[in-house]
C-alpha cells in the first residue's frame, strides 16, 4: 500500500531557528515529490523534485530527494512568524498526477 | 486566468441529502482531481480525471462520483450525504501528470 509519512507531526520554535522537516515514502511507480505550505486556506507549491541529491532553493528554504533511502527533507533557515502553516509533503505516481499526501507537519514559529 | 474556482465556500447538509460541489478551471488542464482534508489525516484523493471523459477512483472514493464532460469542469457529488464526509474538499489541476498542481480555495462540507 502506497504511504507517505511526515515527521514530526508538530514544531514550534523561535524565529531565527532553523527547522528540518522530513518526509519517507513508500510508493509504488514514484515519479515526483512535492512540498506545498497550507495557511488555513488551500495549499500552494513550493517545490517539486524528481531526481536525487539535486537541491532545490526558494529564499530561506531548500529541499533535497533521496530516491535510494525513499525520503526527502525541507529545511528552513532564520524562520519567520510568516512561516507557521502547515507543510504537506505529496509523492505523485508516474504520469497520472494522482498525489498521495503525508499527514503534513504543523509549524509554529514564535515571535 | 480565474484560476481553479471552487462553489460554494461553506455548505451545512443534513444527512441523505444529495449536493454536488462545482470545480472549474480556465487553464486548459488535462488534470483534475478531488481531494479531502480532515484533521490529522493531510489530504486524500477521492477521485481524478486525465482528461475529458475519464475518470478513475483514489484513495476514498466511496459515497462520492465524479463525470468530466469538458475539460473545464469536474463536479464532485454527494448522492446521500453522511456526517463521516465532513471535510474540507479541495479541487486541484495540472496541465500534465509532470506538473504543478493548482489547488481551489476549498469547500467546507458539514453534514449534520
Known amino acids: 500500500e502506497d504511504k507517505v509519512v511526515q515527521s514530526p507531526l508538530s514544531l514550534v520554535v523561535h524565529e531565527g531557528d532553523t527547522v528540518t522537516l522530513n518526509c519517507s515514502y513508500e510508493v509504488t511507480n514514484f515519479r515526483s515529490l512535492l512540498w506545498y505550505k497550507q495557511e488555513k486556506k488551500a495549499p500552494t507549491f513550493l517545490f517539486m523534485l524528481t531526481s536525487s541529491g539535486i537541491e532545490k532553493k526558494s529564499g530561506r528554504l531548500s529541499s533535497i530527494l533521496d530516491k535510494k533511502e525513499l525520503f526527502s527533507i525541507l529545511n528552513i533557515t532564520a524562520t519567520q512568524t510568516g512561516d507557521s502553516a502547515v507543510y504537506l509533503c505529496a509523492v505523485e505516481k508516474s504520469n497520472t498526477g494522482k498525489l498521495i499526501f503525508g499527514q503534513g507537519t504543523t509549524l509554529q514559529v514564535k515571535p | 486566468n480565474a484560476g481553479v474556482t471552487q462553489t460554494p465556500k461553506f455548505q451545512v447538509l443534513k444527512t441523505g441529502q444529495s449536493m454536488t460541489l462545482q470545480c472549474a478551471q480556465d487553464m486548459n488542464h488535462e488534470y483534475m482531481s478531488w481531494y479531502r482534508q480532515d484533521p490529522g489525516m493531510g489530504l486524500r484523493l477521492i477521485h481524478y480525471?486525465?482528461?475529458?471523459?475519464?475518470?478513475d477512483q483514489g484513495e476514498v472514493p466511496n459515497g462520492y462520483n465524479v463525470s468530466r464532460s469538458t475539460t473545464e469542469d469536474f463536479p464532485l457529488r454527494l448522492l446521500s450525504a453522511a456526517p463521516s464526509q465532513t471535510s474540507v474538499y479541495f479541487c486541484?489541476?495540472?496541465?500534465?501528470?509532470?506538473?504543478?498542481?493548482?489547488f481551489g480555495p476549498g469547500t467546507r462540507l458539514t453534514v449534520l
Open positions: 486541484a489541476s495540472s496541465y500534465k501528470g509532470t506538473d504543478t498542481q493548482y
Open positions: 480525471s486525465v482528461g475529458a471523459g475519464i475518470t
